[in-house]
């Protein structure tokens, strides 16, 4: 019988929250267990093992992601678009770092074409339709832009630009200079 209260929405924020408190790597049902001083077993009920929470924490944190992008970016094109996006990732991964790890979970393949990663996708595309890209060169500027946002924020999150100046920002902005002016100047074969 399942204990009064608990559900695998409950869990799944419970779980979120903990990986945004100790990181994602930390969830676990055993570690969510302790979280509500309940035996494990009374978890199995909401929850088939620790690999199902953490992936129903990274839907939680796609859904939220897709979310946040898509109101910074309505009603914007452009460089402006293009900085509301990348924006709304650098703002969520430091608002919920283990969400926004939980947000790179690798996912089964039915899963993820069911949850919110494509609209991430269709999202940098309507972004990218207003640079006047090839339709064929859309894909390998999806791929840069989520390398640049991701690979910028995890260096950032690890500490890797506080120990020189100029600040972070200032950095932060002269990359999307950079990839403003290349989505621009898109070289193509």
């Given amino acids: 019988m399942a204990r009064a209260g608990l559900s695998a929405e409950r869990l799944t924020r419970a779980g979120a929250e903990l990986a945004d408190e100790a990181g994602f790597d930390q969830v676990t049902v055993s570690a969510l267990a302790r979280r509500f001083d309940v035996k494990v077993a009374s978890l199995y009920s909401h929850v088939r093992n620790s690999h199902d929470l953490r992936t129903r924490i990274a839907l939680l944190a796609l859904e939220e992601l897709a ?60 972004i990218l339709r207003g640079y006047d890209l090839p339709e064929a060169e859309h894909t390998h500027a999806v791929r840069l832009l989520g390398s640049v946002f991701y690979g910028y924020v995890s260096l950032e999150a690890g500490g890797g630009f506080s120990h020189s100046a100029p600040e972070s920002q200032e950095s932060w902005s002269r990359a999307m200079d950079a990839l403003d002016t290349l989505l621009r100047n898109w070289p193509t074969p």
């Fill in 67 to 126: 979310d946040r992008a898509a109101d910074a970016v309505a009603g914007r094109s452009g460089k402006d678009a293009l900085v509301a996006l990348a924006n709304a990732y650098r703002d969520y991964a430091r608002e919920h770092p283990g969400r926004y790890a939980a947000a790179q979970f690798r996912l089964e393949p039915e899963t993820a074409l069911a949850s919110a990663g494509p609209r991430h996708t269709r999202m940098t595309r309507s």
